[in-house]
């Protein structure tokens, strides 16, 4: 899974680049003087880097768990971050450019990333409590 976060987090990030590209490029033209859309696609923008991030910190840091049931919910959690920065980069297009405030894929994704990253705490503490009860026999 570490290698697929680091890929998934370079993508992440080629993705904040050219988005980011595309504004410098594209606005205002891209959202009209709408100062409403502008924010939108500034914050979908950083919501990029924020997934490009975490998958990178991920990368290079996250341990498999051994447990059994520590694994599968570290696997889960993984799985689900990598569908969000596909989401964020989705909502960065489809969602910003209507200028609407109702925004379920960009509202979906940020609820999932937190959903996830609380889903690799409880994973690293049943880690540590498996440890300490196998330390304890």
């Known amino acids: ?3 697929l976060h680091l890929i998934t987090g370079l993508f992440g990030f080629l993705s904040f680049l050219a988005t980011g590209f595309y504004m410098k490029t594209s606005f205002p033209d891209a959202y009209a003087g709408n100062e409403v859309a502008h924010m939108m696609f500034r914050a979908n923008h950083i919501y990029l880097l924020l997934s490009a991030a975490i998958h990178g910190v991920l990368g290079l ?17 993984s799985l689900v971050l990598i569908t969000t920065t596909g989401l964020f980069l989705a909502a960065f297009f489809l969602e910003t450019a209507a200028g609407n405030f109702e925004r379920p894929m960009t509202y979906f994704a940020v609820v999932f990333t937190v959903v996830a990253m609380g889903m690799l705490c409880l994973s690293a503490l049943i880690e540590t409590r498996s440890r300490v009860v196998s330390d304890s026999r």
């Open 61 to 77: 840091y996250l341990q498999r768990a051994s447990s059994r049931i520590a694994s599968k919910v570290q696997t889960l959690a």
């Open 1 to 3: 899974m570490k290698k």
